[in-house]
């Protein structure tokens, strides 16, 4: 049975992530060995370090089972005047490949 999660944060793919190796019984060591990364990366990614290479978190989404969906509707986030909030801080993508 599929079961939907929102991912909205890399702290949020960490948990699902965490969860999907617990659940093949794998520890972060043997995972990183059979992925090809090494432990302290895995440890990073499930932590939801954010400058983490996001090829490489998709490829271990994959690698876990784990089947990442996108749902585009309205914002959540809208201020009283209906524009989009400007006041959060967004990662620089940049930064994160």
Do not use: C
């Amino acid at each position: 049975m599929s079961q939907v999660h929102s991912i909205r944060s890399p702290q949020d793919l960490g948990v699902l992530l965490v969860q999907a190796r617990k659940k093949k019984g794998l520890s972060q060591r043997q995972l990183a060995k059979e992925f090809g990364v090494s432990q302290a990366w895995i440890s990073r990614v499930e932590q939801g370090y954010q400058k983490t290479w996001i090829g490489q978190v998709f490829r271990l989404a994959v690698y876990l089972g784990i089947d990442l969906t996108v749902e585009v509707g309205p914002s959540k986030e809208k201020e009283s005047s209906g524009a989009p909030s400007t006041s959060k801080n967004y990662p620089n993508l940049d930064q994160l490949v």
